[in-house]
Each structure stands twice: as structure tokens, then as C-alpha cells.
């Protein structure tokens, strides 16, 4: 089970920090990742990183989200910075090669 946290309503320019926790103590063996799905749109892509650590980010966000993640608290995080109108959406976290996602939380980035 995944349990997202940390969305919300932020100015353009603004940061937010999401959080994934995973209930799963096989947590730090997966590759996790982040998607986001905005109103009308397919779910996409956002950051992911590995068991050892190695990131990767789509273009859009490279540069100003993070992706982290700390395997003692099972938790991986989507620091987001410099946030854009664009950036509004649900965003999900995902757990590679087990089929779980979390609920979604709101960004809204919006003046």
C-alpha cells in the first residue's frame, strides 16, 4: 500500500513537498517513481529513482522537482520547486514491478 501526502493549492513560483509512505518492509528493493494526471489528459510520467538512488525526471520537471527517497522511514519524496500553472494535476506514486499505486494527491498551482 502506498499513502500519498502533500499536495495543495500554491502560487506560481511556489514549492511543495509530496510524500509517498509505503507500508511494505521490501520497500527499499523497488524502484519507485512519481506520474501525474491533469483534467483531460493521460497520466504521465514525472521523476523515478532506483534502489541505489539513480534518478531520472522527464524534461518538463528536470531541473526543478527532486525525487528522494529514505528506505529507514519506507517514504520516497517529490520535492517541487519553481512551480508552474502547468504542474497542476494529481500526482501518484508508484512502486515498479509490484502493481501498486497510491491514491493521488492535488497539486494545484494556481494565483
Known amino acids: 500500500q502506498l499513502v500519498e501526502s502533500g499536495g495543495g493549492l500554491v502560487q506560481p513560483g511556489g514549492s511543495l513537498r509530496l510524500s509517498c509512505a509505503a507500508s511494505a518492509n521490501i520497500f527499499s528493493i523497488y524502484s519507485m517513481g512519481w506520474y501525474r494526471q491533469a483534467p483531460g489528459k493521460q497520466r504521465e510520467f514525472v521523476a523515478s529513482?532506483?534502489?541505489?538512488?539513480?534518478?531520472n525526471y522527464a524534461d518538463s520537471v528536470k531541473g526543478r522537482f527532486t525525487i528522494s527517497r529514505d528506505n529507514a522511514k519506507v517514504t520516497v519524496y517529490l520535492q517541487m520547486n519553481s512551480l508552474k500553472p502547468e504542474d497542476t494535476a494529481v500526482y501518484y506514486c508508484r512502486m515498479y514491478g509490484t502493481g501498486y499505486w497510491g491514491q493521488g494527491t492535488q497539486v494545484t498551482v494556481s494565483s
Open positions: 529513482i532506483t534502489s541505489g538512488s539513480i534518478t
